[in-house]
């Protein structure tokens, strides 16, 4: 309908004004902060946050075996009576972001219509990449399809073991994992966040995705809980990830060069990973994630071209094309959780993996929300699920491939499946050339992408804890820093692996409520892209008719 008359501009710009007060707020960023000591925190956020993580971190210690009998028990309640939701709700995630691609909504611009990004898109993705899943794919991209293909913890779909049928899907299985559904997690986070910190002008917390839900109501104990429950699944995942991380560097050192891969060692990579988060997160974004973004995304290049070229180059070209094939047959399949025989393999992988990475998706969709503006909805949806899932499909074929391949000849200590998880991709660098190159490379790699990890980690929680500023002070984002480093740490002088499995059944474990918020997000979102479209097509009609 074209406007023909100066009474017809007037009426849809009161509309327009009318709109856009339905998302107006007096709330000011920072307004409940204090500022002790030079910082500027939330009050009560930090307050609440730091004493729940001092009493759980604490009482792991010095009840390790309790806590993780405990949380374990948490865990597996959780895995077991909610593994259903888990599956339907991971499944509506992708269906909603695939869906925000082609819907109209999908040309709307994070930050407005003028808005540009901040960041090159290379930097952009090897940011996003190497927060959301860069360590991972270095810990069971040789382990998880060598673990599906010997029956290591259960087959997908129960395929006997060793045979080709069980190669397939465990390429595509261990694709299935690390394709659409995290991303599309991640992605419902981090858009959510982008949109109405960037679009609407609210601070960048978790609570702000939720105003067309709830409205005023979300700067007070509404908003709260939700960033209290973010700030620990993001400090506990961290934390975990770290430990579990030194104890696979540490044996990565034992193996290059016989150092013991003890207790000392772990605290002391744990120490150094802290140190230069600390010296990363205190040159921010630009000087600190964006640049060790870049080095790990050329070094992963850099190992990856190694191994394609170095191992038997056609067959893991194969394996890439393969992976992809198997993914797109058993997506289906691997999604359905109703009559599902593999009840063993379903709950210790699928449902796990779907409470973790919802677990983490506080932390990373608010990092790709804080880097993202300036991206079409569209593109940022393509971006984020699309290329990490080509970019891990051509990994996993390449590493998983090879030790498929190795189990297959019977060579190496692969030919014995998995035996020690934080060796396995050190013993399939061990049937290829150069292997000390490779391993100290792969050490590099594991403990850089946890620097970036970290940091990136430092910069979410700071940025929960201070209200939503993403300018708070140098001495906040050192704080959290090291408070990760000094949480894995202890836990694991303190407790050892009982302690940080304790923290992990904790992270798993969060991740119920959490799927909850995150589809009440959904929602949210929907409401927030409608509107937005709404005011941005009524704007266009009235400049395109006042020109």
């Known amino acids: 309908m074209s406007l023909h008359t100066e009474q017809d501009i007037q009426e849809k710009i009161q509309q327009v004004e009318e709109l856009k007060e339905e998302y107006e707020t007096d709330f000011e960023i920072g307004q409940d902060n204090v500022q002790p000591m030079g910082m500027d925190i939330h009050n009560p956020v930090f307050f609440i946050s730091a004493l729940l993580i001092i009493v759980f971190v604490l009482g792991s210690i010095l009840f390790p075996a309790e806590s993780n009998a405990m949380l374990s028990g948490a865990k597996g309640w959780v895995i077991n009576h909610f593994d259903w939701l888990f599956m339907l709700s991971a499944n509506i995630f992708v269906v909603f972001c695939v869906a925000l691609i082609f819907l109209p909504v999908g040309r709307l611009r994070i930050g407005g219509a003028d808005a540009k990004p901040e960041y090159s898109t290379l930097s952009w993705l090897a940011m996003l990449f190497a927060a959301g899943m860069g360590i991972g794919l270095m810990f069971w991209s040789v382990a998880e399809p060598l673990a599906y293909y010997t029956d290591w913890y259960g087959t997908p779909l129960n395929t006997p073991a060793n045979t080709d049928a069980a190669a397939n899907i465990a390429i595509g299985a261990t694709m299935f994992h690390w394709g659409l559904h995290p991303w599309a997690i991640y992605g419902v986070v981090a858009l959510s966040l982008a949109f109405f910190a960037y679009n609407k002008g609210m601070p960048l917390t978790i609570r702000s995705a939720f105003y067309p839900l709830l409205g005023e109501r979300i700067w007070g104990w509404a908003g709260h809980v939700i960033d209290i429950l973010a700030v620990l699944a993001t400090i506990f995942g961290l934390a975990t990830s770290l430990g579990f991380g030194a104890k696979q560097a540490s044996s990565g050192l034992n193996f290059l060069f016989g150092i013991e891969a003890g207790i000392n060692t772990q605290i002391a990579i744990i120490i150094g990973v802290t140190l230069v988060a600390v010296f990363s997160v205190m040159r921010g974004v630009d000087g600190g994630v964006k640049v060790l973004s870049n080095i790990n995304m050329a070094l992963a290049f850099l190992l990856l071209l190694f191994v394609v070229f170095a191992g038997p180059t056609l067959d893991l070209i194969s394996w890439m094309f393969n992976a992809g094939v198997s993914y797109v047959e058993n997506i289906i399949p691997l999604s359905n959780w109703v009559g599902r025989k593999d009840d063993e393999w379903l709950h210790g992988w699928t449902v796990f993996y779907w409470a973790w990475w919802i677990s983490w998706s506080p932390f990373v969709g608010m990092f790709i929300a804080r880097i993202s503006k300036g991206r079409t909805i569209r593109e940022f949806m393509v971006s984020v699920l699309i290329v990490p899932m080509v970019i891990t499909l051509i990994w996993m074929g390449a590493f998983g491939g090879a030790a498929i391949e190795q189990a297959q000849a019977g060579i190496g200590a692969l030919a014995d499946g998995v035996g020690k998880v934080s060796l396995t991709m050190f013993h399939m660098f061990e049937q290829l050339p150069l292997t000390g190159i490779t391993s100290f490379i792969g050490i590099v790699l594991v403990l850089v992408f946890f620097v970036t990890s970290s940091d990136s980690g430092s910069l979410v929680i700071d940025s929960i804890t201070a209200g939503g500023k993403v300018d708070a002070p140098v001495p906040q984002r050192?704080?959290?820093?090291?408070?990760?480093?000094?949480?894995?740490?202890?836990?694991?002088?303190?407790?050892?692996?009982?302690?940080?499995?304790?923290?992990?059944?904790?992270?798993?474990?969060?991740?119920?409520?959490?799927?909850?918020?995150?589809?009440?997000?959904?929602?949210?979102?929907?409401?927030?892209?409608?509107?937005?479209?709404?005011?941005?097509?009524?704007?266009?009609?009235?400049?395109k008719h006042q020109a």
């Open 478 to 543: 050192i704080f959290w820093a090291c408070l990760e480093g000094l949480i894995a740490g202890a836990l694991l002088y303190g407790g050892g692996k009982e302690a940080l499995s304790a923290l992990q059944a904790g992270a798993i474990s969060s991740g119920l409520p959490f799927t909850l918020v995150l589809l009440l997000m959904c929602v949210s979102l929907y409401r927030g892209l409608s509107h937005e479209y709404q005011v941005t097509r009524l704007e266009r009609r009235i400049e």
